[in-house]
């Protein structure tokens, strides 16, 4: 099993620092800058803990499922937003990819003595992040589709939709069919563009996406300024209905 370990070091010179280790011979440390949030020690761990699979890839491998990733961190506060048992709303942005990613992760609190998590002034690799730079959601590439965001909306649309004990992981399952080459952009008819005029305020920047095979229809928000979209929703219907 992978596992990361983190441990917030508080606020130090104006900037949450947050200590990691994978392995015993991988360790540094994190300084989150631009944190506005209440709770800033959990939010910075979050970021650091999803910069670090993400961006940084401690893993060194593409995460699309927790099944065989430990993660420990000594925030209580992280394993409540996960399991969404926990009033704190403000945290859950910051821990959207778990939702997703991460689904079926093993989680613990660090251990009280972790001889391999540094501490300020260690000879460590250090780094600054700033946690308004940091994406809330994990961009994924796809063949067909090009940059996209899941969003935790979208997978439960998905797994509602497939027939019973069709996919036993469906994130994994819906990332597959995302994955397939020959998904096309479908031309939205007019009572279409009325119903999602009516739902998201515009549609000039609205995607319609199915594999000419598949029931599935995928509708994608694209930011025509970054190119990325983001999954919005999933709906089954006969391409014959529209």
Same mark, same amino acid.
């Given at each position: 099993?992978?596992?990361?370990?983190?441990?917030?070091?508080?606020?130090?010179?104006?900037?949450?620092?947050?200590?990691?280790?994978?392995?015993?011979?991988?360790?540094?440390?994190?300084?989150?800058?631009?944190?506005?949030?209440?709770?800033?020690?959990?939010?910075?761990?979050?970021?650091?803990?999803?910069?670090?699979?993400? %961006? $940084?890839? !401690?893993?060194?491998?593409?995460?699309?499922?927790?099944? #065989?990733? *430990?993660?420990?961190?000594?925030?209580? +506060? =992280?394993?409540?937003?996960?399991?969404?048992?926990?009033?704190?709303?403000?945290?859950?942005?910051?821990?959207?990819?778990?939702?997703?990613?991460?689904?079926?992760?093993?989680?613990?609190?660090?251990?009280?003595?972790?001889?391999?998590?540094?501490?300020?002034?260690?000879?460590?690799?250090?780094?600054?992040?700033?946690?308004?730079?940091?994406?809330?959601?994990?961009?994924?590439?796809?063949?067909?589709?090009?940059?996209?965001?899941?969003? %935790? $909306?979208? !997978?439960?649309?998905?797994?509602?939709?497939?027939?019973? #004990?069709? *996919?036993?992981?469906?994130?994994?399952? +819906? =990332?597959?069919?995302?994955?397939?080459?020959?998904?096309?952009?479908?031309?939205?008819?007019?009572?279409?563009?009325?119903?999602?005029?009516?739902?998201?305020?515009?549609?000039?920047?609205?995607?319609?996406?199915?594999?000419?095979?598949?029931?599935?229809?995928?509708?994608?928000?694209?930011?025509?300024?970054?190119?990325?979209?983001?999954?919005?929703?999933?709906?089954?219907?006969?391409?014959?209905?529209?």
């Amino acid at each position: 099993m992978m596992k990361l370990t983190t441990r917030s070091l508080g606020l130090i010179e104006g900037e949450y620092a947050v200590a990691w280790h994978v392995g015993t011979q991988r360790n540094g440390i994190l300084y989150v800058e631009g944190l506005s949030t209440k709770d800033p020690q959990a939010a910075a761990e979050l970021v650091a803990i999803r910069h670090l699979l993400f %961006t $940084h890839n !401690v893993f060194k491998r593409d995460i699309i499922s927790g099944t #065989g990733i *430990a993660i420990e961190f000594s925030s209580p +506060l =992280i394993k409540k937003v996960y399991r969404r048992k926990t009033t704190k709303k403000h945290l859950m942005p910051f821990a959207h990819f778990m939702q997703t990613n991460l689904q079926g992760v093993s989680m613990k609190i660090t251990p009280t003595k972790d001889e391999y998590l540094p501490a300020v002034g260690d000879d460590v690799v250090v780094e600054y992040i700033c946690a308004n730079n940091t994406p809330l959601y994990d961009v994924l590439t796809f063949p067909s589709l090009g940059q996209i965001r899941l969003t %935790t $909306h979208a !997978v439960s649309q998905y797994e509602e939709r497939l027939h019973s #004990g069709e *996919a036993k992981k469906p994130l994994a399952s +819906l =990332i597959g069919r995302l994955k397939h080459p020959e998904l096309k952009k479908q031309p939205l008819p007019d009572r279409e563009v009325k119903h999602k005029l009516r739902k998201y305020g515009r549609v000039d920047n609205l995607e319609i996406w199915r594999h000419d095979t598949s029931q599935m229809h995928y509708v994608i928000i694209r930011d025509h300024s970054s190119d990325i979209g983001t999954l919005v929703t999933i709906y089954k219907r006969h391409p014959d209905y529209l």
